[in-house]
């Protein structure tokens, strides 16, 4: 087994990729939920029954979303833009098939059929892109974290050292997005209560993390295990950052209208590259090797959450308009048009920023870090969203509507068949079981990823082991979830 000094060299000293890299991953996950939606959609339209049993649920869900984002970030790495556009011809393709032969109300040719489905209603008590934007971020961080310590795993998706954009950096910051993006604020829950004491609340219902931070710790600390201390430092970790992260916020929150707060991360994100630009503080981070005291074993950790807190806030601004009620298909074109304009925005502003500042770094979570985020958040929203979209015109077309995890056609009377139907195919949807228990997933995923370190030399196990590992390590986590969800078990600690 390699120490625990050579497996923290194999992770260190990263440059990472390029935007576009991170962005043409953007791509695969969308459409491979369109083609998990569209293959129950040609099943149903072939005379077939659904629902299958659990486990054909659950093994159709691993191999049509988790097998293709573990092959991407491996085996695959290299020709990924191949497979990206090889899954979108066969897509398109079908979703033509479907149009050819489903009994859909919208009679006539394609440009009159397209038209009357922009005027059409849709179901809007979620945003399901939203929920599979929350799940895949998920699944993609459980990957990466055990992956990383392979060599298949390309040393350009990895955490960068200081300054860079790897497909983990975004991991991070889209993990924080992706929790802003459905907190109460963004769901224009009331606060009930005073201010102080909606804040107190919150102060309390991170104990989890706390509690989470602090076992991470411990067993990191008893057993050995390698850990990248340049990441957050000697006694921080994730769990801390997420904690502290929700209590600041919710302050903020308190105090200023939510609908400020694209302005709070703009003011947020700026002072802290003025402070990093003006003071001795950007080589405090980066140039000082000393880990006396807790404030400099652990300056990477705490400086960093102002960045994360910036991020936060902009995904609360994110959520608050995703979140709004809509029920025509016109407005929900209309946001995804938005969301693309706002995306290219910020990605200019990254360009802009990167030459007058410095450039991306997750280290320190500067305003670059926290632009390049954003930016790709919403990149990845709208590719979900226009997935989302291009299934809901498959559901249309097919009379067929029983696709978990997206958008439905709006039925002015259900039935009751209808109805259970619904319930049985949610009840047997991998997305939603991990949406279920979010953080149980996470939390299985890290006790996973440390096990397997332990019984396995990572460092120098062959291509082949490394993926059949990793695959198998994926199926144990989704079968763990899936069988709590299948039996309604949510763990929940506040």
């Known amino acids: 087994m390699a120490s625990a000094e050579v497996k923290v060299a194999f992770v260190s000293n990263h ?63 290299d020709i990924l833009h191949f497979v990206i556009m090889g899954i979108a011809v066969v897509d398109l393709v079908v979703l033509y098939l479907v149009y050819k032969n489903g009994k859909h109300p919208f009679q006539g040719s394609l440009y009159s059929t397209v038209d009357r489905f922009v005027q059409s209603r849709v179901e809007s008590n979620l945003v399901p892109f939203v929920t599979v934007f929350r799940v895949l971020v998920n699944v993609k961080t459980a990957i990466s974290i055990l992956a990383v310590d392979f060599s298949v795993f390309p040393r350009r998706y990895a955490k960068t050292e200081t300054y860079g954009t790897g497909v983990m950096d975004f991991g991070v910051g889209a993990y924080v997005m992706a929790n802003a993006l459905v907190c109460p604020e963004a769901r224009g829950k009331d606060i009930r209560g005073s201010k102080i004491s909606h804040v107190f609340k919150q102060l309390i219902s991170v104990w989890p ?18 850990e990248h201390v340049t990441e957050y430092g000697v006694h921080w970790n994730f769990f801390f950052t997420l904690a502290i992260v929700r209590v600041v916020a919710s302050a903020l929150l ?89 995306s290219f925005v910020l990605f200019f502003a990254l360009h802009v920023c990167q030459i007058c500042t410095e450039p991306v770094s997750r280290r320190m979570a500067n305003l670059s870090f926290c632009i390049w985020t954003g930016a790709q958040s919403l990149f990845f929203l709208s590719c979900l969203s226009i997935a989302d979209l291009l299934l809901l015109f498959s559901k249309a077309i097919s009379n067929f509507s029983f696709v978990s995890a997206s958008w439905c056609p709006y039925q002015n009377k259900k039935s009751l068949p209808d109805e259970k139907m619904r319930k049985n195919m949610d009840a047997l949807c991998l997305v939603q079981s991990v949406n279920r228990n979010q953080l149980l997933y996470f939390l299985i995923a890290n006790i996973m990823t440390g096990l397997t370190n332990v019984l396995i030399d990572t460092l120098n196990s062959n291509d082949v082991l490394a993926v059949s590992v990793l695959l198998l390590y994926m199926f144990m986590n989704s079968l763990v979830i899936f069988i709590l969800h299948i039996n309604k078990i949510t763990v929940k600690f506040w």
């Open 15 to 77: 440059n990472g990729t390029t935007l576009t890299e991170v962005s043409l991953g953007s791509f695969l996950a969308p459409l491979c939920f369109l083609s998990r939606g569209l293959f129950l959609i040609v099943f149903h339209l072939g005379k077939g029954v659904l629902p299958f049993s659990w486990g054909a649920h659950l093994l159709l869900d691993f191999t049509a979303l988790i097998m293709p984002l573990v092959l991407s970030c491996t085996a695959l790495s």
């Open 254 to 342: 308190a105090l200023f209208p939510v609908d400020a707060s694209w302005l709070l991360a703009l003011l947020i994100g700026g002072s802290y590259q003025v402070v990093l630009e003006t003071t001795g503080l950007k080589s405090f981070l980066i140039h000082n090797n000393e880990r006396t005291g807790f404030l400099q074993a652990n300056r990477e950790g705490i400086f960093s959450v102002v960045g994360y807190i910036a991020i936060y806030m902009a995904g609360v601004q994110a959520g608050r308009y995703l979140m709004q009620s809509r029920n025509l298909v016109k407005d929900w074109i209309r946001v995804i048009r938005n969301l693309l304009f706002t």
């Open 209 to 226: 993390l706390v509690l989470l931070g602090f076992v991470r710790l411990a067993s990191v600390k008893s057993s050995g295990y390698h």
